[in-house]
């Protein structure tokens, strides 16, 4: 079965410290993954997708499929980076997306 | 990037009544739109998959005749709670994927908040 797995619904840091949102799945195929953010009153936006393996916003998140893990990490965390971030995978067949349960991560000043 | 738009963002409705809400795509054809629940502080839960000029096909829980998907056209889908109910009261989520960026991106809707008396 799909599934999505983040841990952590609340992670809280201080400003300048470094960050990592947990994020496991479980895909009987290949897998095709995504992380989404919401900030405050905003639609769901995509951040980056593994494909890419690009930097958005000072944010990277590598795939290891051994341990079928997808983190989110940046080294140094901002105040704008307080939002909610939700990993996802993707059906190739169906193209449907399948959402973790979404940490809110806090940059406090 | 593609822009998805719902309507109406909110809708306050009295218990029994029927609402209708409306998912666009802007500049883009989407045969497949998704429709998504999101409860408060919660994670999205997929409620099913509009396929334009077909049956929706729907998740396992979700009730087909409670949530009516109608797909007519390639920039339209509309979901309808049929006999809405308190509990129904929601934010419901619509997304498509521009095919044409063939990455598997999804671009979402605002999302539209129901409320039921």
């Known amino acids: ?109 | 990037g593609a822009v998805v738009s719902q309507h109406p963002s909110r809708v306050i409705c009295k218990s029994g009544t029927s609402v209708k809400i409306e998912c666009r795509s802007l500049d883009f054809q989407a045969t497949t739109m998704f429709w998504y629940r999101q409860f408060p502080k919660q994670s999205l839960m997929l409620m099913a998959t509009s396929n334009e000029g077909s049956k929706a096909t729907y998740e396992q829980g979700v009730e087909k005749d409670k949530f009516l998907i109608n797909h007519a056209s390639l920039t339209l889908s509309t979901l309808t709670v049929t006999s809405a109910h308190p509990e129904d009261s929601s934010f419901y989520i619509c997304s498509a994927g521009d095919r044409r960026g063939n990455t598997g991106e999804l671009f979402f809707g605002e999302g539209s908040r129901l409320t039921v008396l």
């Not at chain 1, 193209?95 to 000043?109: A, C, E, S, W």
């Open chain 1, 1 to 109: 079965a799909q599934r999505v797995t983040q841990p952590e619904k609340l992670l809280s840091v201080f400003k300048g410290a470094p960050v990592e949102l947990k994020c496991n799945y479980s895909y009987s195929g290949s897998p095709e993954l995504f992380w989404y953010v919401q900030y405050s009153r905003q639609r769901l936006q995509l951040l980056l997708r593994h494909i890419s393996r690009e930097s958005i916003k000072g944010f990277t998140a590598d795939l290891n499929k051994g341990e079928t893990s997808f983190h989110l990490k940046k080294p140094f965390a901002q105040e704008e980076d307080s939002a909610m971030y939700y990993c996802a995978l993707s059906s190739s067949n169906t193209g449907k997306l399948i959402f973790g349960q979404g940490t809110t991560l806090q940059v406090k000043p």
